[in-house]
């Protein structure tokens, strides 16, 4: 059965850290592409950081760069969003989305838009950020 399943998210105070994982059931996360997303309250979604199926260098937006690193293990087949020095910005719901295998984008940041349609998405996790 094809399934994105988050977990990770929580309550933390600014500064923490949390990490989210995006266990995936159905097909490998090696050769797919995978986005995390982020949906503050009464906002509209964003990506905020991508890889794609040939793993190149992943795409992060500029107010979590340098704080969130992605990454895939293989093994578990699952995909990590690891989030430090969060702030009550950070606060919302955290989507995880994937294409089947082998889809190629020209590049990383196209799969961190919305106007990419992703062929599956997760139930989401939320993150609450306390000042």
């Known amino acids: 059965q094809l399934q994105l399943v988050e977990s990770g998210g929580g309550l933390v105070q600014a500064g923490g850290s949390l990490r989210l994982a995006c266990k995936v059931s159905g097909f490998t996360v090696d050769h797919a592409n995978i986005g995390w997303f982020h949906q503050a309250p009464g906002k509209e979604r964003e990506g905020v950081s991508c890889?794609?199926?040939?793993?190149?260098?992943?795409y992060y937006l500029n107010s979590v760069n340098g704080r969130f690193t992605i990454s895939k293990d293989n093994a578990k087949n699952t995909v990590y969003l690891e989030m430090n020095s969060l702030k009550p910005d950070d606060t919302g719901v955290y989507y995880c989305a994937a294409d089947a295998p082998f889809k190629i984008v020209s590049t990383v940041q196209a799969l961190c838009t919305l106007k990419y349609e992703y062929d599956y998405w997760g139930q989401g996790t939320q993150v609450t950020v306390s000042s």
């Open positions: 890889i794609d199926s040939r793993n190149r260098r992943p």
